[in-house]
């Protein structure tokens, strides 16, 4: 046996692996890792504020193998109000380091500008490692099934590059989970392909987990890119409001200038008529008259 191999054999036999989702609020990160270790660990729900994860949380349980998987959920990725601090807490939740950054998408929710800054903000916290320890879980499997959808036709009907590029990054390490499915088989088989994914992040990296240390100077440089980062995704939110709004205006000069130039029309039609009148009534002998006694009205 190579000395890697040995080595590998060691790495997966290992007793326990940690995992942490990460990715836009509501993509599904609490429902996937409850799909995870098998029970309602974390709260998911729908989009009311009680049901949003505002902390991060730990949680275990222990495969029908032995393995012991260890599942971090985190606060949305776009809430940058608990900044980079609580997501450090985060990570050091997990005592061994972490072996896969699960990173969170919905196939039922469009990619949107936010989740490329969020994304971007992502790799900024993880620094260039991220890719090494990146898996993509796109949630909402039922849905594709029920539009008799391959995850392959949903990535083939126009990905978006900045999702393409992750992928392509991460060698395409993506799986594709139904968290509402009720289907045992189903259930083991996708966990199945997920924890497969973790073992190949594991071999790729010799073992070696994701800790969060840096060294001082390259902290300072991820969060000038994350305070970037927040800024530039700043600029394009008042960037987007501005063309909104740029766009309204234009709405209305096109809807009001050919108003307007109808009324124009209609009264230079109307003037036209008075002063055809007017040379009319001054050709008039009565006019003559008129003018002649009234010299100071301006109409005769
Ligand atoms: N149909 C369907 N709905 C899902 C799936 N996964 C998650 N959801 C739903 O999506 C909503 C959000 O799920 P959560 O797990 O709370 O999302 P989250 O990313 O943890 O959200 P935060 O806690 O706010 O960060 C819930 O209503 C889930 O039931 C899925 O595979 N299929």
Redesign the pocket.
């Known amino acids: 046996m190579s000395q890697s191999s040995m080595h590998d054999d060691r790495e997966l036999t290992s007793p326990s692996r940690t995992v942490i989702l990460v990715?836009r609020?509501?993509?599904?990160?609490?429902?996937?890792g409850n799909s995870i270790l098998g029970r309602k660990a974390f709260k998911?729900?729908?989009s009311s504020s009680s049901?949003?994860?505002t902390t991060c949380e730990l949680q275990s349980a222990v495969l029908k193998d032995g393995q012991i998987i260890n599942v971090i959920?985190t606060?949305?990725m776009f809430d940058f109000s608990y900044g980079s601090e609580l997501m450090r807490k985060c990570i050091n939740l997990a005592k061994d380091g972490i072996h896969a950054i699960l990173v969170?998408f919905s196939v039922?929710t469009r990619f949107t500008q936010e989740e490329e800054a969020a994304l971007r903000s992502l790799e900024n916290f993880f620094g260039s490692k991220i890719k090494d320890y990146m898996i993509v879980v796109f949630?909402?499997?039922?849905?594709l099934e029920t539009n008799d959808e391959t995850l392959e036709d949903y990535l083939g009907r126009g990905c978006p590059q900045p999702l393409k590029a992750i992928l392509t990054s991460c060698h395409n390490r993506y799986v594709l989970?139904?968290?509402?499915t009720k289907d045992e088989t189903k259930k083991a088989k996708q966990l199945q392909q997920l924890l497969s994914l973790v073992n190949t992040v594991m071999l790729q990296n010799d073992g070696r987990p994701y800790t969060g240390d840096t060294s001082p100077e390259l902290q300072i440089e991820s969060r000038l890119k994350e305070a970037t980062s927040i800024l530039e995704q700043k600029l394009a939110e008042e960037h987007a409001a501005r063309l909104e709004a740029e766009k309204n205006e234009q709405k209305i000069s096109n809807d009001i200038i050919p108003q307007l130039a109808a009324q124009v029309k209609e009264a230079k039609k109307e003037s036209d008529k008075l002063h055809k009148q007017l040379a009319e009534a001054r050709d008039n002998p009565w006019g003559r008259i008129l003018r002649d006694r009234l010299p100071w009205c301006p109409y005769l």
């Not at 949630?139 to 849905?143: A, L, R, S, V």
């Not at 989970?177 to 509402?180: G, T, V």
């Open positions: 990715g609020t509501g993509n599904g990160k609490s429902a996937t998911s729900r729908a049901g949003v994860t959920d606060p949305g969170v039922r949630t909402g499997g039922d849905e989970f139904d968290n509402k």
